[in-house]
């Protein structure tokens, strides 16, 4: 079992609060993701359940044990960390047994566990080379293979391929879904790579200046923002987020430049609102009650992003690779009212 806990969660260094109460339960066998910017406290978070970084408040458990006060060792977890941190003068096989033979374990049972693992992550002709000898991906993957062998409780890992080039980060991203599905352990990723978030986690924690501004599966924190943060962070592009307000009829959102967006449900008339849609809903419609003017193309392969403005209003549209659009064409478009999601211009949460 590899369940855990957070519990008022709190981190401060001195009078600077950087954790801001994280309450949290991960399910056995669950791959949550902890998804920001640099500095919101993702890592700080992920060391305190490692135990590298005191809890200044609340609780973490770990199958319903509190380990606040326990030694790293004691906490039964592995971790996999940016910078593979290998033993340069040993062997993949050294390194990957290191810590079971300074655990005592037996032989036998230290070169079954480093074959299984070599074997899960092909490492097996390596097994007798230095890190110098190996590709980065390699290296990374007898870094996991270290956490396999411990056959812990839950993995953690530390933004683990922040240092790939983009096409090992995509084969590795692959190789670590398939690990965690195959092994089934409780796994904690911190990363501030969305495709990854939304590619691997099974819940995602969206983290903003030590707060967790929204809990949630891949398609929730997409689909359904809970602040103009999440909307504006997630997504690519992200979701456009303009300031309006709800035309006197309660149906719509009026924004600059004579801009409306339909409403799926009423709302208070008058009400100043952040409308915010993403860039995929903005369908090309030659009856469509919007109009805007291309004021620059993306061309991105399959597709193509359209920025398209109206009196300051920057309106970001996906559309079709073979729609020929150019500067300075006006398009129409429809909006589906679903789609479109209005914010509290004041706290920022989703009305």
């Given at each position: 079992?590899?369940?855990i806990?957070f519990?008022?969660?709190?981190?401060?260094?001195?009078?600077n609060?950087?954790?801001h109460?994280?309450?949290?339960d991960?399910?056995?066998?669950?791959?949550?993701?902890?998804l920001?910017p640099?500095?919101?406290?993702?890592?700080?978070?992920?060391?305190?359940?490692?135990?590298?970084?005191?809890i200044?408040?609340?609780?973490i458990?770990?199958?319903?044990?509190?380990?606040n006060n326990?030694e790293?060792a004691?906490r039964d977890?592995a971790?996999?960390?940016q910078?593979?941190a290998?033993y340069?003068?040993?062997?993949?096989?050294?390194?990957?047994?290191?810590?079971l033979?300074?655990?005592g374990?037996?032989k036998?049972?230290?070169?079954?566990?480093?074959?299984?693992?070599a074997?899960?992550?092909?490492?097996?002709?390596?097994?007798q080379?230095?890190?110098?000898?190996l590709s980065g991906?390699?290296?990374q993957?007898v870094?996991?293979?270290?956490?396999i062998?411990?056959?812990?409780?839950?993995?953690l890992?530390?933004?683990?391929l922040?240092?790939?080039?983009a096409?090992?980060?995509?084969?590795?991203?692959l190789?670590?879904?398939?690990?965690?599905?195959?092994?089934?352990?409780?796994?904690l990723?911190?990363?501030?790579?969305?495709?990854?978030a939304?590619?691997?986690?099974?819940?995602?924690?969206v983290?903003?200046?030590?707060v967790?501004?929204?809990?949630?599966?891949?398609?929730e924190?997409?689909?359904?923002?809970?602040?103009?943060?999440?909307?504006?962070?997630?997504?690519?592009?992200?979701m456009?987020?303009?300031?309006g307000?709800v035309a006197?009829?309660?149906?719509a959102?009026d924004?600059?430049?004579?801009?409306?967006l339909?409403?799926a449900?009423?709302?208070?008339a008058?009400?100043p609102?952040v409308a915010?849609?993403?860039?995929?809903n903005?369908?090309?419609?030659?009856n469509?009650?919007?109009?805007?003017k291309?004021d620059m193309?993306?061309?991105l392969?399959?597709d193509?992003?359209?920025?398209?403005?109206?009196?300051?209003?920057d309106?970001?549209?996906?559309l079709?690779?073979q729609?020929a659009?150019?500067?300075?064409?006006?398009?129409?478009l429809?909006v589906?009212?679903s789609?479109v999601?209005?914010?509290?211009?004041e706290t920022?949460?989703?009305?």
């Open positions: 079992m590899g369940s806990s519990r008022d969660v709190r981190k401060s260094y001195g009078d609060q950087v954790i109460g994280v309450d949290l991960v399910a056995d066998g669950e791959f949550i993701v902890i920001g640099s500095g919101c406290g993702k890592s700080t978070l992920l060391r305190m359940v490692a135990g590298l970084e005191l200044t408040g609340g609780e458990a770990i199958d319903g044990k509190v380990v326990l790293p004691e977890i971790m996999v960390f910078n593979y290998l340069p003068h040993m062997t993949v096989y050294r390194n990957m047994a290191y810590g033979t300074i655990r374990m037996p036998a049972e230290i070169e079954t566990r480093v074959n299984r693992a074997e899960i992550l092909e490492l097996g002709p390596f097994l080379r230095k890190p110098r000898e991906g390699q290296r993957r870094a996991m293979g270290r956490a062998v411990r056959e812990p409780r839950a993995f890992f530390d933004e683990p922040s240092n790939l080039d096409k090992l980060r995509v084969q590795m991203r190789e670590i879904h398939k690990l965690q599905s195959e092994l089934g352990t409780t796994s990723y911190v990363t501030h790579d969305q495709v990854e939304m590619t691997l986690g099974h819940r995602i924690v983290m903003n200046a030590g967790a501004e929204q809990i949630g599966t891949p398609d924190v997409y689909e359904t923002p809970a602040t103009t943060f999440v909307a504006g962070f997630i997504g690519t592009p992200p456009t987020l303009t300031p307000r006197a009829d309660g149906t959102v924004l600059a430049g004579h801009v409306r339909p409403l449900t009423p709302h208070e008058g009400r609102v915010g849609v993403r860039p995929e903005m369908t090309p419609d030659p469509g009650a919007i109009e805007l291309a193309i993306e061309v392969g399959a193509q992003i359209a920025h398209l403005r109206a009196d300051g209003i309106l970001p549209a996906r079709p690779r729609m659009v150019t500067r300075g064409d006006m398009i129409r429809s589906e009212p789609a999601r209005l914010f509290d211009p920022g949460r989703a009305i």
